[in-house]
């Protein structure tokens, strides 16, 4: 055993995974996050929030990538379609960026949870790999719809006070939780950012303890 790192005697089996459907990492991690989980043997908890309220609450540039110097910004882009090559999954920059979440989250949130699961993945995919507009009601009437759920439903039930009351309460956990951007992850009380940290995320559900400050 490695200095610093003690195995727990009842690996944590579940990962909780902090998203929002604006950040093409958190697209990517959407991609890997559920075989992993059934690899493992977890279970994998969604947790929607809204992404631009966390930024305000806690100082952070509404869009992250558009704020960073020029360089920064070229390999950062270059890096979310490596990590696609690398993972062979679909993707392609949204036209339509930044995009109007709330409507999706919510969406996400009035679900049955049988159906959460498709429900993400086939929204991420309309917004990353189809470049379609989430923001709209047709579009996600017809997301809803091809993975089983009734969609007209599903979206008027995004105007629902107690919906929105959860996105807001959903967000406000994600604070808490000390959740700094999208995606993160929670084993146990380890919570881990970004989407080339899943890693990390196997590692504590088999038991890892990493030492830290």
Known sequence: MKP??????????????????????????ATQVEALAAR????????PFLLGALFKAIGTPNVPL?????PKRRLITADLYRWA?????????????????????????AAPETHVGPLVAALYRAYWALDRDISADDVLVDVATSVGLDGAA?????????IK?????ATEQAERAGVCGAPCFRVGDLLFWGQDRLLFVEKALDGWCPKEP
């Open 154 to 162: 599903l979206v008027a039930a995004t105007a629902d006070e107690r």
């Open 40 to 47: 493992k043997g977890a279970t994998l908890v969604y947790r």
């Open 4 to 29: 610093g790192r003690t195995s727990r005697s009842e690996p944590m089996k579940r990962v909780e995974f902090f998203f929002d459907f604006s950040s093409p990492f958190a697209y990517l991690g």
């Open 66 to 70: 558009a704020a960073m110097p020029e």
């Open 165 to 169: 009351q959860r996105l807001r309460e």
């Open 85 to 109: 090559d690398h993972w062979g999954v679909p993707f392609r920059f949204a036209s339509r960026f930044p995009m109007n979440t709330v409507k999706p989250l919510r969406m996400v949130l």
